[in-house]
């Protein structure tokens, strides 16, 4: 039994004559009986008794239709939820990001304009994030890169510059740009391995001539806001994560130029969902924003 088949007897069966049916079906009268006369021969059934127009199940055909609107309810159902998807009435965005701090200005957006779409984030490390991009685990992701590889579709959000993160009250706080040599003694407060953040502030250190002295290693920025906050030592941070906090501040670094952006990113393979779209379409609307709140 085929899909044609099958769809010609439930349209027989739901409309009662092959006029009908072939109406409902937008097909011609001779087609839906080619269809139903092959499925009676491939299975040596009778499904209708016929009595002149007049068409009435017999048992086997009764059972048939109740199976047969399993399964078309079945279809109207996938239907529905593909077009409530399509349309962004509902379904699910997976998104991952490497900082709270950009993606939830997005997120804020995103969501009072299509409110029936649930909202999955996972934070985390750079490379955990694009691992996640890579493997389907993720739908979109908005991270920090030097640059994007031309196996994903990127769209950038916002510049980016390194900069010294300190405790309010700190000596450097008045200073002026500070110099990375200044730190060779001084306690860090380092991102998780994978962290694009520590790996730019470890690179420019090396670059420097400075051994760090890492007196902790976090796993999330806000965790190093707070370490640093309470005195524990001195952290990095890339410029642009709406900084707003009382008990910190940042401070320019001597000499040292960063050219990394904030960027959205999707594989190119899922760029064309909708659900996607709308999110770049959302994120390039807070763009301006998050760069005049940056000061860019």
Same mark, same amino acid.
């Given at each position: 039994?085929? *899909?044609?088949?099958?769809?010609?007897?439930?349209?027989?069966? %739901?409309?009662?004559?092959?006029?009908?049916? /072939?109406?409902?079906?937008?097909?011609?009268?001779?087609?839906? %009986?080619?269809? !139903?006369?092959?499925?009676?021969?491939?299975?040596?059934?009778?499904?209708?008794?016929?009595?002149?127009?007049?068409?009435?199940?017999?048992?086997?055909?009764?059972?048939?239709?109740?199976?047969?609107?399993?399964?078309?309810?079945?279809?109207?159902?996938?239907?529905?939820?593909?077009?409530?998807?399509?349309?962004?009435?509902?379904?699910?965005?997976? !998104?991952?990001?490497?900082?709270?701090?950009? =993606?939830?200005?997005?997120?804020?957006?995103?969501?009072?304009?299509?409110?029936? =779409?649930?909202?999955?984030?996972?934070?985390?490390?750079?490379?955990?994030?694009?691992?996640?991009?890579? /493997?389907?685990?993720?739908?979109?992701?908005?991270?920090?890169?030097?640059? =994007?590889?031309?196996?994903?579709?990127?769209?950038?959000?916002?510049?980016?510059?390194?900069?010294?993160?300190?405790?309010?009250?700190?000596?450097?706080?008045?200073?002026?740009?500070?110099?990375?040599?200044?730190?060779?003694?001084?306690?860090?407060?380092?991102?998780?391995?994978?962290?694009?953040?520590?790996?730019? *502030?470890?690179?420019? !250190?090396?670059?420097?001539?400075?051994?760090?002295?890492?007196?902790?290693?976090?796993?999330?920025?806000?965790?190093?806001?707070? /370490?640093?906050?309470?005195?524990?030592? =001195?952290?990095?941070?890339?410029?642009?994560?709406?900084?707003?906090?009382?008990?910190?501040?940042?401070?320019?670094?001597?000499?040292?130029?960063?050219?990394?952006?904030?960027?959205?990113?999707?594989?190119?393979?899922?760029?064309?969902?909708?659900?996607?779209?709308?999110?770049? /379409?959302?994120?390039?609307?807070?763009?301006?924003?998050?760069?005049?709140?940056?000061?860019?």
């Amino acid at each position: 039994m085929n *899909f044609t088949q099958l769809r010609a007897f439930h349209a027989l069966a %739901t409309t009662g004559g092959f006029t009908k049916a /072939a109406e409902f079906l937008h097909v011609s009268q001779p087609a839906v %009986t080619t269809q !139903l006369k092959a499925l009676e021969e491939t299975y040596g059934v009778a499904l209708f008794h016929r009595r002149g127009h007049t068409l009435t199940l017999t048992d086997t055909g009764a059972a048939l239709f109740e199976s047969s609107k399993k399964v078309f309810r079945f279809l109207d159902e996938s239907e529905e939820i593909l077009t409530s998807e399509s349309e962004l009435l509902a379904g699910t965005l997976r !998104l991952g990001s490497d900082n709270p701090f950009f =993606i939830m200005d997005i997120l804020s957006v995103y969501k009072a304009r299509y409110p029936g =779409i649930k909202l999955e984030v996972d934070l985390g490390s750079q490379s955990k994030i694009m691992t996640e991009l890579n /493997a389907y685990e993720i739908d979109v992701a908005v991270i920090t890169q030097e640059s =994007i590889s031309s196996d994903f579709f990127a769209q950038p959000l916002s510049p980016l510059a390194l900069r010294l993160l300190l405790p309010l009250g700190h000596k450097w706080v008045d200073h002026g740009p500070v110099a990375l040599s200044a730190l060779k003694d001084e306690p860090l407060i380092m991102r998780e391995q994978g962290s694009t953040t520590r790996k730019i *502030f470890l690179d420019r !250190l090396a670059a420097s001539g400075v051994e760090p002295r890492i007196l902790m290693e976090l796993n999330n920025q806000v965790a190093v806001r707070e /370490a640093v906050a309470s005195g524990l030592g =001195i952290g990095a941070e890339l410029d642009g994560g709406l900084f707003d906090h009382k008990r910190l501040v940042l401070v320019p670094i001597a000499n040292v130029a960063v050219s990394f952006k904030e960027y959205v990113v999707c594989r190119k393979d899922r760029r064309e969902l909708h659900k996607v779209r709308a999110f770049f /379409a959302v994120a390039r609307e807070v763009a301006p924003y998050i760069a005049k709140m940056t000061g860019e």
